[in-house]
Structure formats: C-alpha cells, structure tokens
C-alpha cells in the first residue's frame, strides 16, 4: 500500500503521466469523480468539442490504470474480490448515466475493465473454496449497489430503449469469452497491447457481464438473514420480473436487439435465489408463479425454449417446494400448459432441458392419471432423478450438478404415488451391487441424524424427511416391505426413531414392519367403532357429517379432532383405532388425495382386515361434486364401491351411509381385490 495513507492527492497538472500515491480508497474517489463530471455537464458536449471534463475523465482513468495492478495485487484474496465488485459498481453507475457511451469508448476505461474482470478471475480460480465463503458479501454489494436509487430500474430502462436504436458495431468480439468452470468470470487473453485484436465493448455487453457475476454469487451464496434479504432487495427482484416480463410478452421479441444474454443472466439469478426455500415467499409475494407460468404460455418462450426453457422450468420448480407457491402455480394451471410443452422439449434433444421440464411437470403434478404416451416420459424422468440420488449421497455437501438431495428425494417422493413408477425404479434389474430398496434403507442410516439435530442444516434435514416419506410408501408394498425387514441395521433405526416425538413416518413405518397384529392386541377389541378418514381442509364438512351420523346410530364413531391435538404423533393414535375399527369412512376430496398419509391409513386396515380374518366394511363418502379420483392410490384401494356421492343434502348422505352400514355383506378384502395381487 501506500508509505502514507493520509497524504493528500496532489493537485492535477498538466503532466498526465505523473504518477500519484497509490491509495485503494483515493482510486475509488477518483473513479468516482467521473460520475460528478458525468452527471454536472451535458453529455452530448464532451464530444462535439474540447472540455476541461475530457482531460480530467481520461486523467482519472489513466491514474486508475497505473495503479490498479499495484494495489489490488497487495491485498488479501477477499478483499480484493470485494474492491474489485466496488469498482465494478461504480463503473456500472457511470456507464447507466453515460447516454452515448462516451466514458465506454476510452481506451482507458476499456483497459481498466479487462484488468478488473482479469483480476477476478485469478482469484475464483486461485482458491475456489475461499471464494465460495464470501460469494454473498459479493452478491450483497452487488444488489445494493443495483437497489440504491433504483439503478436496476435504470439499467433496463435503457436497455429496452436501446432496442430501438442500432446497436454500434463495436460490439466485444474475442476479448471476453465464458469459462464454462467459471460462468460469472472471463479469461483475458494478452491482446491488450495487440490494437488490431481489440474491440470496444458497448453498454448492453457490459449489463450482461456484471449480471453474469451477480448470477454466479448467488448461486454459491448461503444467506444469513432472510428478512434483511427481503427488506433490502425486495425492489431489485421485482424490476428483473418487470424486465424479463417486458421482453418475452413482446411481441416482436424474437427480432429484439437487445442481447438475449442479459435475459438469460437475469432469469439465472431468479432461478439460483428462488432455490434457497426461504425466498419462496418473496417470490410468491411478488407474483413470480404467475409470471413464470405466463412467460412459457408465449410465442417468446417457445421460439427461445432452448435459451429460456431450464431456467424458467427450473424457477418454477422452485416455487412448487413452497406450500404458497404450489398453491398459485396451480391456480395457473401450469401442469396443463407444461404439457403442451412435451413434444417441443423432447424435440431439442437436450437431456438438460428434457429433465428440468420433467421436474417441473411432476411437481406441479395434480393428477395420477396420466395418458399411457405420458408414463414412459415420466418413468424417464423417475430413473434420472434416481440415479442422480445415487451420486449426491456421496458429495461432501449433498449436492450434484446444483441439486440438492432433498430436491431430488421430494421429487421421487411425488413420483412414487405413482404405483407404475414405484414398481419401474424398486423392481428394475440393473449391475448395482445395492438394490434400489436397500439403497433408500442405506441413505437413511447415512443421514437419519439430521432428524434428530436442531443445529443440522435445513436442506439436510428436509432430505432426511423425505428419505421417510419415501420409506413410508415402500412400507406400503407387500412386495417390498419384506426386503426392509432384513436389513437389521434399519429396522434397529425405525424402531428408535418411532419412540421419538415428531417422527410419525417413522411410527408408520415401524407398524408396516411388524407384521401380523398379535393376540394381545385382538383381545383389546371389545365391540363394533367407525373410524373417520378425512383432511384437515374439509374439517368443517367432517364435523357436520358427524353430527348427522350419531343421530343415527348408536355405533361410537372415532375421530382425531376430538381426542388428539393437531401437533402430537397421529399415527400413535391412530393405529390402535384402525385396527378394532369395524367400519372405516374416508371423506374423499381432492386434498385427500394428496394427503400420503390417507394411503397408509385405508392401506393399513385393508392389512389388518386380512391378518385379523374378519370383515371390516369400508365407505366412501365423497366431498366434491362430480368427484374422480385424482391420485391413483385411492381408485386402486377404493375404486367405486361402496361409494356415496356427494349431496348437499348431509342428511341424505348419512342415510346412504348407515344403509351401506347394515346391508354390506361384503368384507373389506373383496371389496377391493387389486391391492392384494402381485401385478
């Protein structure tokens, strides 16, 4: 550094070669400076004639160049990242003011840039971990930078100015090109002295390389305050919705000039900070669900889909692991408008873009019943989600190719309600030495800590449950359940964890793993109980189906709302129920079906109606009008008997009811004959 840090900076003379004391905070003033001159004279006079303003920028930049290599070559790697972001800010803030780009054609300024990036780009690749840590002071100078005043706002104001405009010819050729091991950072070849080589870079190039960097911090940036995230950048995430929205409802996008880099760049950031699950609600409060679903309805979007398509599948992806999001991207419909996206994906021959679709389709997914042409495409997408689990459970950090086991596992987990995907991925004969079902078992002992650790990491412990659910649906299987049984180590791990509050997977579990009930457990059976299996969303239809019913019949009938709280383990309580209950009713809604925990629950007392050899009557009562079944399990173990339509008329249905009650002479296991054969 300096010999003196406080010495004043000498008074400018007409000797621009003289040489001041190099100073990182004096250089930042300098750069600085450049914005004043910008903003207090008229732009359009510093090239039509000579001004004092054109010495003194050319003046500012020479001194910056002199001195840059000296001072930042000085300091520690994360300070020099971070002075090298700063210059990068203020050179973004002179260039949005710079109308005519008159600051942008200095050779000077173009020098300054290369060393800058150059600069950067030795660090990521000098020590790539180190660099990872302080990615989010980067990407937090970088948004601050981009909020302060509204400059994102500016930014693309003038970019989407400038698609009217032509764009100038010298535009940046060889002298940045992407690292593919590095895609925020660029290697600069030792062209800078070789004039016949260089080429200016314009304003919109130089947008696209800034929010490149940005892109690449937030992918690699772990966030330490979600509400000050929200606080500060709310402002920034929805000018790059606002922006992105512009360009693809734009008619004549396909012909735009501005450069379809910046969009992609910008749509990376979205999709990088929309995977941290915290966000979710940010970008749900802004209408990202809502915009994603419309930017793929576009022309835009399907002449671009090989540019745009990963990230926009990916983003909303993203948003459905968010109860909120979900919510809205099914408002949207957006499994109906992802689906008439198929052939057009499977069409660019890009396994890439084939599997981020195929994620987003199956979480967004409301339906079971999928036309036959569909199961092969997501049968697809099931083994390529599981063989990339077979990879990530070995990385140091749980994540593979910018997924994360628990994305994966909630991925498979949602795929499994499908009974032809499970028997394709569990039953599969592959050179593995593990078969799939002890790899699941396996993956738990591996990770079932991260149930038990409150200081775990949220990504790991989301896997971990995941991992159970997915166990919990391999329970459910005659077939496989048998093969969990044998391997000791799990079962040692279920039984532990099924004596823990909060685990009620694992008490699901434990009971499929059991087997037949015991003696004991039959003589605690003393006369006839209805069982009610419902969703909590239609509590309200439940209560007054209920009330109806006990004046009817003199049978007791058992609900968890008026014997257990809503935050204890069900399954404790539930499982004895189910097992002396003579009649079981599941209140069929939509909600129903995709509540997991309903497929135990029918499952289980068709299981003990078998083991105990007597004959449990099952009646569905249905709660929406024109009802089908939207998850295969339930028209597997319901199908259509026994069935009681829906009727506004409660009354009328509890009738049905206790009509089915006494007249069914059929036993349970008859009733449904297709979960008990092997297919």
Known sequence: MAENDSTTLKEKDSNKSTKRTPNYFKLLQEIDNTLKLLTDSNSSHLVTRETSHVSEIEEILHYVNINLDE?????????RAMSLITVFNIVIRMCTI???????????FQSMIRKALNKLEIIAQKEPGNYKVYAGDMLDSILMNLAEDNLMQTCFERLCLNQNKSIKSNILGNLFFLLKSNPALYYLDSIENDEEKEENIDYNELIAKYMECASSHSFMVNLRSVYEFGKNYHPVISSMLKFIDKYVTDGNNENSSMPLEIITQTLSILWSLSDKIVLVPLFAELGCAKKSIQWIATNCFAFHIKTLGDAIFSIVHNLSRDKTGLTQLRNEKAFEVLMKYKQLVEEQNDEDLKLSYGMALISVTVSDEQPEENKEFIIWVSRTLYGLCKITIYEDD????????????ELLHQAFANTYVVKDILSSESNDEVKPVAFFAQCLL????????KEVDDLEKRAAKYLLKILLQISNYHDYHKELTEINQFCVIIEGLSKRPKQDDAKRIWSNLQGEISSNQLKKEKSSMIYISYD????????SFIGELRKRTSIPVWVDFEHVESWDDMWEYVLPVIQSATVIIPILSTAYGENTDKFQEVSYAIGTSKSQDKSKKLIAVTTEPDFSFNRAWMEDLIGEHNLVPFDNNTDNVVFKVCAQIIHSKKPLMKCFPRITKRS
Do not use: P, W
């Open 71 to 79: 001072i930042i070559d000085k300091m520690t790697d994360q300070k």
């Open 98 to 108: 710079d109308e005519i780009d008159f600051v942008i054609s200095l050779k000077s």
């Open 398 to 409: 749980l994540r593979y190719n910018g997924c994360h086991l628990s994305e994966l596992l």
């Open 446 to 453: 591996s990770i079932y800590g991260a149930l038990l650790d």
């Open 536 to 543: 909590r969303s239609d509590e309200k239809f439940c209560e």
